[in-house]
């Protein structure tokens, strides 16, 4: 969902130094987020990869409409940046526990199906 180069962008990071932990962050981020929002891998994955007038994937077993998933696309990739900005800024000492708190408000939407 999120690219390197966006996520480089995000944090403001102008140096090739840090691109593996980086990359790193981005698949921790995404996979707390996905879980988080109670998503699979090919949940995530299937949102993270919808455009227009792709085929509309099921999410948890219900029918979504097109507008739901773009939306539920735009949730999870501000949260996914959130969470990698989060555990970037704060690899010392980060406190997991309130970050997954903010989680689970921006994503509160995606984990109780509401989109």
Not at 22 to 43: F, G, Q, W, Y
Request: glycine share 4%.
């Amino acid at each position: 969902m999120i690219t390197l180069d966006e996520a480089k962008a995000y944090l403001r990071v102008d140096s090739n130094f840090e691109d593996a932990l980086i990359a790193s962050l981005t698949v921790s981020a995404e996979a707390l987020c996905a879980n988080v929002a109670r998503l699979s891998k090919d949940e995530w994955d299937a949102v993270a990869a919808y455009t227009d007038g792709d085929e509309i994937p099921t999410i948890r077993g219900q029918e979504k409409t097109g507008s739901e998933i773009l939306q539920m696309c735009e949730i999870l990739h501000v949260s996914a940046l959130y969470a990698l900005s989060y555990m970037y800024e704060h690899r010392e000492e980060a406190d997991h526990h309130d970050l997954v708190l903010t989680l689970r408000n921006l994503l509160f939407a995606v984990r109780e199906g509401v989109v």
